[in-house]
């Protein structure tokens, strides 16, 4: 979690998270609260500095020309060069996300 501060999206209020709710459960359906996950996959690689954040992320290029993305003991598989750096500025709008929602 980006803020302890705020345990809910980064891209949402609380109000608009907590409205969203009402409206469903207003419509009958079950609305649960979850605990935040921890990081899968490729987020993993989003950690939190002192300044922000940051991504630590390794790219692999192997003999047999697959890009590699490795995130701690997680691996995925780019679809080439171009993949490798959709899935980066991917994470890099994530970390700045957290960042810019921590700050409001």
Known sequence: MANPARPWHHLF???VVRAARDRLAAHGYQVA???PAEPAGLT???MATGAGMAV???VEVTRDGDVLL???DYTERADGTLGAV???A???AQAEAAV???NQ
């Open 13 to 15: 209020d609380r109000e």
């Open 33 to 35: 609260t979850a605990a």
């Open 44 to 46: 993993s690689a989003l």
């Open 56 to 58: 630590d992320l390794t």
């Open 70 to 72: 490795h995130a701690g």
């Open 86 to 88: 959709s899935k980066f």
């Open 90 to 92: 991917g994470l890099l």
């Open 100 to 102: 810019i929602g921590g």
